[in-house]
């Protein structure tokens, strides 16, 4: 590396690679070398696959590193269960009931999360307390070194709900003094991993809703609302709306939605014996697909699955262009629902069970303790089917009915759309 002051960055999550650099196309790192060298902190696989992807003309700026193995301590895993339960959102609520029904632990483990989150879910002072005592005792000799070999002056931490490896990359800085930028990977994770194990110097929100969620739960005020690289004009201007019906469905897998599989099966059943023609597009979550789906199986259902960091895979452009492609899209996905809102697609809620299901783990349970989706459900009023026969009446009437328009500038308070401007404020602090 040469002389100039050197500016590091964390990308250990595949989302992240898309978000930072794909769907950038490289912006920000082209940007940020124009005043620093960078060192990209990340796995081996994404290292790998950046090797083949950053543009020749940035290679000698950038320097891709894989830090060393960390262990957690006794001490470190008991400061963050604290931290992990002590945020007192809905979703957090959620969580902790429906580990308890899928058997990770018992009523006695439900009894401990459930009173460490009455003991400090209300007491901000004894969370920071907490959060001082887990960066103290996550300092790593060895990860400090590593850090101090690069001699950064500052570190923008992707996804600071990574406790596994951007957490210690960041711990080991603050040990340094390098001063911290940091933001979550994804809009729901302020009200979905309990309280944060480390808060940067800089917190960088994704969108309006999310500096509430960080001031309401987490207790940021340090904060620029900067929008997300995800959500962009430019990716608006080339999409192709059709001027025919087209209808789809956005799956969650089988984690999150345990009937979604005897749905769509149901689904298929009833579009092979009506008037529906053509193919009814179904979206595989990238992570959490159902591996039965198949089209030579469901031969009504037009399947696909995005994956974005691979030599075959598909851009966020393609992504976003077959969402607008739809009239309608049924889900229970957020962020599926919030990526087709974004391209203009109307969104219908699906908010029922064909299988029994225990109680937290329900669809119904989704929409009421998923804080952020029930926050987007009821900002926009979008529209649900709470039963079968609901969703089949709306199918049918969906075939020739005009759909509601979407207003733009309401969804922009998840998006951050119209307030997008990540790689600027990055280069503020940067170069204050």
Sequence with gaps: MSDRKVFGLTLFEEPLVRSFVLADNFNLIR????????????????KRFLEMKIPENLLDKVVLSVPPLYLENHFIKLFGFILRYSENSLGNKRLR?????KGVYGVYGLILRNFVNSIFSSRRNFVSFIRFLYFKV???????KFVKGYNLEKLFITSLTNWQEDIQIACAARSLEIRTIGTPRSWDNLVSHGSLRFIPDVFLAHSDYMSECALKYQHIVNLSVTGTSTYRFEFLKDLKKRKEKRIG????????????????????????????????LIIQHPRFSHSILKSELFPKFEIKTFKFLSEEGESLQNYYQELASLSILFTSGSTIALDSLFVGTQVVCTNFDLIDVPYWQSASRYFSHRTHFKALVEYLQL???????EFKEFLDHSKSEITPDIDFNKISYFTGVQKFHLDMSIMDIANP
């Design 31 to 46: 940007k940020l070398s124009t005043s620093y060298d960078l060192v990209i902190f990340t796995t081996l696989p994404i």
């Design 97 to 101: 009931y429906i580990n308890y029904e």
């Design 138 to 144: 996550s300092r790593d000799l060895n990860m400090i």
């Design 249 to 280: 469905y956005g799956c969650v897998g089988p984690n999150s939605h345990p009937s979604e599989l005897k749905f769509l099966q149901q689904l298929h059943d009833h579009l092979e014996h009506s008037e529906f023609h053509g193919k009814f």
């Design 383 to 389: 529209p649900i089917v709470n039963s079968w026969d």
